[in-house]
């Protein structure tokens, strides 16, 4: 007999509210159905009534965990229209950032995934390890999260000697405790029992449905802003691409963990040429923006993040677009979730690592 | 590169295509007639293009839908524009069906028509909100 669960708005398994309605089969899931849209806040139209330097703060507020990557898609193409290039120095102060935050939306993913399948020895575990990552952004911005790092025209604080050797500690002791989790993931029995085979998503799909970020490298569908489309210092220092081709829950899982490795590797390369780079201006003054249109894209922790930005010559935008990571890959949820039982739905949700604030603005 | 394919846009569009430029980081953007969009999106998809989002942007007296895709390394920004006492563009989610949610949302947040789309409710927006918010003039 046909069932309808719903899930959300609010509801024990999502962090945020939206809503899933389930048709299911006895256990087995039919149809999804999907409305977003509670969290919508009217950022896009709030940013054309601040100054640009006022909508860097602005959407930065979109997200909180991936707090870095929407002012640095914003004031990207921000700085194409303007016509000014950054310093060296800021390109590489902004990666180390936004490889942090990597690591520590990864961690966070990770054991959230851990307390989803009901392992919360693991999940206490891995987010005491995020605690390192979490201390060393507060060290170096000022804030756990919202960093308010970036201006336009560069970054607005320098990281200097000092704070190298504690950088690297953490980034040390982060690399081991990960090729625990990695075992850990690859090696329990109930882990591997909840992950394997389950929310299977083919690479077909994930090219049609246009998926972005770990979700769509994990299908063999291999989009990495970072490769595609060089931003900051991505193209000075050498990481590898993570593509897997499985596509189930545990293949999403493996990418962010292997990601979190290749983030160490940028980090340690990015303090190197810090070192090697001679101290001087961390940004370039813009004085006006001209009239004109420009795109940035960024390579959050979930994918790729957009801005298109229109300018008509005043000192507020007319018109800013914004497009988060969660918006392409929550499409790809219903195949996802499509034959698999009403149990594994929380954890393939998780898996896209959704956010749904972001999404809906 | 981007000059290649902007020839290649001319050969395909002819009179149609109507202004183009090329911005810093091989952004490209692109502006045809309305209606010869669904050509371009088709070309697009046989030199398997990545559809980032859809854009909505008031012009004053027309609409105008930017299609923002990547063709690596070109970022294109594809444009067509319908005036505003008849907003009508067609739908592209036949060939790329992630655009359909897009397009929703041009639909509830710009007032854009956008002709036969196979799913026309609102997207963010409250079932009975009548208003337009992102328009501007």
Known sequence: M?????????????????????????????DVEMAVGYNHRGIEKLAERKTFEQDILLVERICGICSMSHPVAFTQAVEDIAGVDIPERANHLRMIIAELERIHSHLLWAGIA??????????????????????????ITGNRNHYAWNTIGGCRK???????????????????????????????????????????????????????????????YAVDVRKDDPHLAYNKVEW?????????????????????????????????????????????????????????????????????????????????????????????????????????????????????????? | MPEEFIQKLKNLLGKNLLEYSVGRRNRIFVKVKN????????????????????????LGEELELVYHFEIKPLQVCLKTSASKAKPTIETISDIYPSAAWYEREAMEMMGIDIANHPDPRHLFLPDDYTEFPLRRY
């Open chain 1, 2 to 30: 046909d069932m309808i669960v719903q899930i959300g708005p609010q509801h024990l398994a999502l962090a945020e509210p939206e809503r899933f309605k389930i048709h299911t089969e006895g256990e087995k899931v039919v």
């Open chain 1, 158 to 220: 320098d990281i200097t000697e000092e704070h190298f050797p504690g950088l690297l500690t953490a980034i040390e002791v982060v690399e081991r405790r990960t090729e625990f989790y990695i075992d850990s993931f690859l090696r329990n029995r109930t882990i591997k029992a909840r992950l394997i085979g389950t929310g299977v998503l083919p690479k077909e799909d994930a090219r049609r449905l246009c998926t972005v970020g770990p979700t769509a490298r994990a299908s063999g």
């Open chain 1, 114 to 139: 851990a307390e989803i399948i009901g392992i919360e020895t693991l999940f206490m575990y891995i987010w005491k390890d995020r605690e390192f990552v979490l201390d060393q952004l507060e060290i």
């Open chain 2, 35 to 58: 209606g010869y969009h669904r050509e371009v999106v088709g070309l697009f998809l046989e030199m398997e293009a990545h559809l980032s989002v859809i854009s909505s942007v008031d």
């Open chain 1, 240 to 361: 590898e691409e993570i593509v897997l081709d499985e596509g189930d829950n545990m293949t999403r899982a493996k990418v962010r963990l292997l990601e979190i490795l290749e983030s160490a590797k940028i980090i340690r390369q990015a303090i190197q040429a810090l070192k090697e780079l001679p101290e001087g201006d961390i940004a370039v003054p813009v004085k006006e923006v001209p009239p004109g249109e420009s795109v940035g894209r960024y390579e959050a922790p979930r994918g790729e993040v957009f801005h298109y930005v229109k300018s008509n010559g005043t000192f507020y935008p007319e018109r800013l677009k914004v497009r988060a990571p969660t918006y392409a890959n929550i499409q790809a949820v219903p195949i996802m979730l499509l034959g698999d039982t009403l149990a594994d739905v929380p954890i393939s949700l998780a898996s896209i690592d959704p956010c749904f604030c972001c999404t809906d603005r």
